[in-house]
């Protein structure tokens, strides 16, 4: 891999909403259309986070337009693996109001021991649900699994395995564990999305740690999907059926 290194989609961002994000949606897009992304994914925390916006943000998507700034917009949830059986803080119903699902392990969800065979176990779950798009940062220590099964079970289920550029920054053991994880998805042909988990407007599109990372592993460029935003918007009009090309928002219930 060496060509030049641009995501064009960035489908797991956080805003203001959560109030540990510090810009908008425009500042958001604003930032997305400045780096070459076209396709940005608002992504804020499901209810069973502690810093989580009200239910009603979510339901409310169907008010937000389909671009802003020139950027394809999806409108999403981060929503939260809440134990060892891949149970999620939002159900069928709630999470209809989303036009894409990225799921995730967070320390302040959970109360169960974080050991390997039970967080495998909740990874294996969680991809009998199928509205569940992309396995949030599955690199952290503190949430160890068996890689390679469970890798090869998340590509068998149709899910995404995200390398996530601030969870590579700030999370211990996320980047070593991340050596491992995409050595796998990179053997076993395993398509990954990159996304920054930008908390700041700033960071959306930026991804050097990552990009490092997949150099380093010569990882082929045809399994990163969001180096492609067509690809990931037929992922998403797939499943639900969404019109980037008009204005018209349809919310993913209409096919649930
Ligand atoms: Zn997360
Ligand atoms: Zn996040």
Known sequence: MTEPFQIRADVHTH???STHAYSTVTEMAQAASETGVKLLGITDYGPGAPDAPHIWH????????????????????EANIMDEFGTLDMDAHELSFCEWVVASYHTSCVSFPRTPELVTQGYRKLCENPLVDVIGHPTTAMFPFDYEPVLKLFKEAGKLVEINESSLQWKQGALENGKTVYALCKKYEIPIVLNTDAHFAGLVGKTPIAEQLLRDLDFPRSLIVSLDADRIMELARQKRNIRFDSNEKQIARESV
């Open 15 to 17: 805003t203001v909403a």
């Open 58 to 77: 979510f339901h409310n998507y169907k008010i937000l337009p389909r671009e802003i700034c020139g950027v394809k917009m999806l409108y999403g949830v």
